[in-house]
């Protein structure tokens, strides 16, 4: 059974501070990863995609990659309230994509 | 910019009467997925299809649940007969992937429903 594991949270962190995100994931074959981002009653949208060892930097976002390891995680710099959302995880092998359950960021003003 | 679509927007209903979701991707895009979304959790995939075969419906109810792509552009999902636990965000995505392109996928704005 693949797995896609993320902590639910809530993550709360100051507004201006570096949020962290983190997700593992079960199965070493994985090639694609991606992150979304949620608002409440809204769906997911498309952030970052990741396809390599190493970090992958868009804005104020920033995506790492291990596969060593078997995680990737989401960096967001210089947080902002209108960052409160819950962000999904998603990884890719063959055809076939699993998300995550989420993390909850509350970005405290 | 290009958009998957999707309606309705909500959508309530009473238990055992039929519902009928649609979904145009974006155009272009090979593979279209249906995903089921409850509160507090990641979306689950109900069915996917590249063009106009289905890769996977591994998770769907097929007791009470059908989807079909005919020409491989639009498809619908249907509830045939509804029940309380369905209620959820039903979401569809489309992605290039199965031409040679990304598979990140892009989301329409879901349809939810209430099963009373």
């Known amino acids: 059974q693949k797995e896609v594991e993320q902590n639910s949270g809530p993550l709360s962190v100051p507004e201006g501070a570096i949020a962290s995100l983190n997700c593992t994931y079960s199965d070493r074959g994985s090639q694609s990863f991606f992150w979304y981002r949620q608002y409440s009653g809204k769906s997911p949208e498309l952030i970052m995609s990741i396809y390599s060892n190493g970090d992958k930097e868009d804005g104020r976002f920033t995506a790492q990659l291990n596969k060593a390891s078997q995680y990737v995680s989401l960096l967001i710099r210089d947080s902002q309230p209108s960052d409160s959302a819950t962000y999904l995880c998603?990884?890719?092998?063959?055809?076939?994509?699993?998300f995550g359950a989420g993390t909850r960021l509350f970005v405290k003003a | 910019e290009a958009e998957v679509a999707q309606s309705p927007r909500y959508k309530i209903t009473e238990k055992s009467q039929a519902v009928a979701f649609w979904c145009d991707p974006i155009s272009g895009h090979a593979t279209l997925y249906w995903y089921r979304q409850i509160l507090g959790q990641g979306p689950e995939l109900l069915v996917q299809f590249q063009d106009e075969s289905v890769v996977d419906d591994s998770q769907l109810p097929k007791d009470r649940f059908s989807a079909e792509r005919l020409k491989g552009v639009d498809s619908t999902l249907k509830i045939q007969p509804a029940e309380l636990g369905d209620s959820a965000m039903y979401l569809c995505?489309?992605?290039?992937?199965?031409?040679?392109?990304?598979?990140?996928?892009?989301f329409g704005p879901g349809t939810r429903l209430t099963v009373l």
């Open positions: 998603a990884v890719n092998w063959g055809f076939k994509t699993i």
């Open positions: 995505a489309s992605s290039q992937a199965g031409r040679g392109g990304l598979n990140e996928q892009f």
